[in-house]
């Protein structure tokens, strides 16, 4: 008796590609899935319908770890840990009211942007004492960066040329940074500094005076002070001290006579020396 061939297996179908949520534990993947959907039903209700101030406290409720995760981030910028939930939990906030559960997008991919961006545009926006450039915003951390890695190497605090070639820029532009630079808020010398609970201040961890640094104030101050002449003025002054060009040199480029220049050059100095001594 011939053995019987047995019926041939169906293939299987193809297993799905795995996903972050599979990765995750039970009860975190059921979390995140009951949040989604909480927020489709709340995209359904009503404006004014009692049960979406529900809903949303309940989702709030479930991402305040998450809240709470990310804006202990940035404790050691010295602002009080509290102050940053409350302003990373408007991230989440506006997270709940954007959201759109049609996308099929999971909720807490689309949640951490909104929170670190709010955090971010916080520290961006309330640091500065005057209203700066986004540009000198963004560079303010790389001019420490550069001043410092010169002041090291040279043994010096360094020339306004030299900073402005570091960072690839003309001098006009430097003199413009440094000044921004100097409206970014310092913190407070008691704002804690380290790990939570800790009793290490900020002004712990701060050096004794390096004297050959006590000049850095009043160039700070000479910049600012350069940067409100009148155009002419300050590129006449800027040709003859940072350009090392002669007078005669400066009245070639400048289309004016050498006394002219010379004329410019004796005001605006005066004008300098006055305005730093009623800023001391």
Same mark, same amino acid.
């Given at each position: 008796?011939?053995? *019987?061939?047995?019926?041939?297996?169906?293939?299987?179908?193809?297993?799905?590609?795995?996903?972050?949520?599979?990765?995750?534990?039970?009860?975190?993947? %059921?979390?995140?899935?009951?949040?989604?959907?909480?927020?489709?039903?709340?995209?359904?209700?009503?404006?004014?319908?009692?049960?979406?101030?529900?809903?949303?406290?309940?989702?709030?409720?479930?991402?305040?770890?998450?809240?709470?995760?990310?804006?202990?981030?940035?404790?050691?910028?010295?602002?009080?840990?509290?102050?940053?939930?409350?302003?990373?939990?408007?991230?989440?906030?506006?997270?709940?009211?954007?959201?759109?559960?049609?996308?099929?997008?999971?909720?807490?991919?689309?949640?951490?942007?909104?929170?670190?961006?709010?955090?971010?545009?916080?520290?961006?926006?309330?640091?500065?004492?005057?209203?700066?450039?986004?540009?000198?915003?963004?560079?303010?951390?790389?001019?420490?960066?550069?001043?410092?890695?010169?002041?090291?190497?040279?043994?010096?605090?360094?020339?306004?040329?030299?900073?402005?070639?570091? +960072?690839?820029?003309?001098?006009?532009?430097?003199?413009?940074?440094?000044?921004?630079?100097?409206?970014?808020?310092?913190?407070?010398?008691?704002?804690?500094?380290?790990?939570?609970?800790?009793?290490?201040? +900020?002004?712990?961890?701060?050096?004794?005076?390096?004297?050959?640094?006590?000049?850095?104030?009043?160039?700070?101050?000479?910049?600012?002070?350069?940067?409100?002449?009148?155009?002419?003025?300050?590129?006449? +002054?800027?040709?003859?001290?940072?350009?090392?060009?002669?007078?005669?040199?400066?009245?070639?480029?400048?289309?004016?006579?050498?006394? %002219?220049?010379?004329?410019?050059?004796?005001?605006?100095? %005066?004008?300098?020396? *006055?305005?730093?001594?009623?800023?001391?």
């Amino acid at each position: 008796m011939s053995s *019987s061939t047995p019926p041939a297996l169906a293939p299987s179908p193809s297993s799905p590609e795995p996903t972050r949520e599979d990765h995750l534990p039970p009860a975190a993947a %059921q979390q995140e899935a009951s949040a989604e959907d909480l927020l489709a039903t709340l995209a359904e209700l009503p404006p004014g319908d009692p049960a979406r101030e529900v809903i949303r406290a309940r989702i709030v409720e479930m991402h305040a770890h998450i809240v709470r995760r990310e804006a202990g981030r940035y404790r050691q910028r010295g602002e009080p840990m509290e102050d940053l939930v409350q302003v990373a939990m408007v991230g989440l906030l506006k997270a709940i009211r954007g959201f759109d559960p049609n996308y099929g997008k999971r909720f807490v991919s689309y949640l951490l942007p909104m929170v670190t961006g709010e955090l971010k545009r916080h520290f961006r926006d309330s640091t500065w004492a005057i209203r700066v450039p986004r540009r000198h915003q963004e560079r303010r951390s790389e001019l420490n960066r550069v001043v410092a890695e010169l002041t090291q190497r040279a043994g010096r605090t360094p020339s306004l040329t030299e900073i402005a070639a570091a +960072l690839d820029l003309d001098v006009a532009d430097t003199m413009e940074l440094i000044d921004a630079a100097a409206a970014y808020s310092a913190l407070s010398l008691d704002a804690p500094f380290g790990e939570a609970g800790a009793d290490t201040t +900020l002004g712990d961890t701060i050096g004794d005076t390096d004297t050959d640094l006590e000049g850095v104030v009043d160039r700070h101050a000479l910049y600012a002070a350069i940067t409100h002449l009148p155009p002419r003025d300050r590129r006449v +002054l800027l040709l003859r001290f940072f350009g090392n060009k002669t007078q005669s040199e400066i009245a070639g480029v400048m289309g004016i006579s050498q006394m %002219q220049v010379s004329r410019v050059l004796s005001a605006t100095l %005066q004008r300098l020396r *006055s305005t730093m001594l009623d800023s001391s």
